[in-house]
């Protein structure tokens, strides 16, 4: 066995070992990997191990971004996007030569954000420093009847939702390019609500550079009188649709939008032959987000963050810095300084 990095002649190679794994996510994609260096002007660091036959076995991706702290290392960045090993990982040669080549890298911190499909993050590092919920709803594209289906997952209070929307004559569209306006300007207006981080325009202007739509993503919407009040940005890799950007206007929260726009969502899935609907992660502690997800027919799985603190100057920098100079990428958990440093 031995380690190659990815350059664009293994690209055909890495797809093809990726569509060859049950577990793969969206995240482990070139086209997520072209995208994140676009987005966040940072470098890919993607590891694989192949064989004696030139077959690659396992992959780690990693991006680095660089800046007057030191390298940053994430597997993956941007909003805890999973990352860590995929292939072989059971097998020790494989980790060791992994281990070997992290030990050879140059940075200030390093993090992996497991996949909640195949948490294998301990094989790196058994020192867990912030530990997330995720929720998968199974998909079974075999079934007769989708809609039966989704009845059989689905909480009573959620039919309910669903079938307040109908009568209110909410009707949902794909609109995929036609929506990026309003999915950014909704999704801004919501985040300032609840004062959380805005994803950039930037995201939403190179989503179709990098992505094709009704293959790779799909923008739902949720229209009353012609007029959209609620969107779902969902993409699609592999074996598993990702949750990835929902909206709604704020007036119009009880008319229940996104509950129409998720039986559709759900439904049109299973017809696309996806078996994972993943809803990402959620803190512990949001047990709101949490219950929202379950009603959904949505299983618990956790995973994990790691991650290996070097500089320790990084703990004495304000977040706003970091955030300035390293944006998108997590350095450490904000909410343990001490035990970081103490490591």
Partial sequence: MKIEILTPEYYSEYESFLQSQPDSLLYHSIKYKNFLEDLLNCQSHYVLIKNSDHTIIAALPLMIKQGSLGPIINSLPYYGSNGGMIGDINNPNVIKLFKDHLKSLDYASMTFVSSPILDNIA??????????????????????????????????????????????????KVRNYDALDFLEKIHNENMQVVGGKAKTHNFFQKIPHHFIADQDFKIYTAELNNQPIAALLVFFYNKTAEYFTPVTKHEFRESQPMAAILAYALKDAMIMGYTNWNWGGTWITQTGVYQFKKKWGAQERSYNYVTILKNLDILTTSRESLSKEYDGFYMYNFNEVAKHAKN
């Fill in 123 to 172: 094989h790196i590092s058994p020192e867990v420093t912030d530990q997330r919920v995720s929720q998968i709803t199974p998909l079974k594209p075999s079934v007769d009847d989708f809609d039966v289906y989704i009845e059989s997952l689905i909480e009573s209070s959620t039919r309910r939702n669903i079938n307040k929307a109908k009568r209110l004559g909410i009707e949902v």
